[in-house]
């Protein structure tokens, strides 16, 4: 086996010029302002430092088959009861105008800020990435 003492290579993370983000997370990362950034790519944050924060006003819009993996930290807290002050995950082929009544929750984790992102549609709860990724192969 080969071990190197490089540090590793992080893809950059975004957003670019058309507000589109993905890759991995190493260190800390904000997401500012209110927008809409396209999810192009899996989010992948890595364990220890990585940590991104998502403020207020913020939607997610994730493409077919694009997911999250939460190692380490993510801080996405609204500030109120409109859209305006809230975080928004959705995907983006299908943009709700009124997100108020869509939920969110993180389920299998040791506290309530850890653990798979699960969306409510339908009444139905579903994982955003449930392909049983692994830390393993959220790494490569």
């Not at 190493?26 to 991104?52: A, N, S």
Request: some cysteine; charged content about 25%; overall charge neutral.
């Amino acid at each position: 086996d080969f071990v190197s003492d490089h540090l590793a290579y992080v893809p950059s993370f975004g957003p670019n010029a058309k507000n589109e983000i993905g890759g991995e997370v190493e260190g800390r990362i904000d997401l500012t302002g209110k927008k809409i950034l396209k999810v192009r790519q899996d989010i992948y944050i890595r364990p220890g430092r990585g940590e991104l924060y998502v403020t207020p006003g913020m939607v997610l819009q994730f493409d077919n088959g694009v997911g999250m993996l939460v190692g380490g930290k993510i801080h996405a807290e609204g500030d109120g009861m409109g859209l305006d002050s809230r975080v928004s995950f959705t995907f983006a082929d299908e943009v709700k105008r009124n997100l108020s009544s869509s939920k969110v929750r993180l389920v299998g984790g040791a506290d309530t800020r850890e653990g798979r992102l699960q969306v409510q549609i339908s009444g139905r709860w579903g994982t955003v990435c449930g392909k049983g990724w692994t830390m393993e192969a959220a790494s490569v």
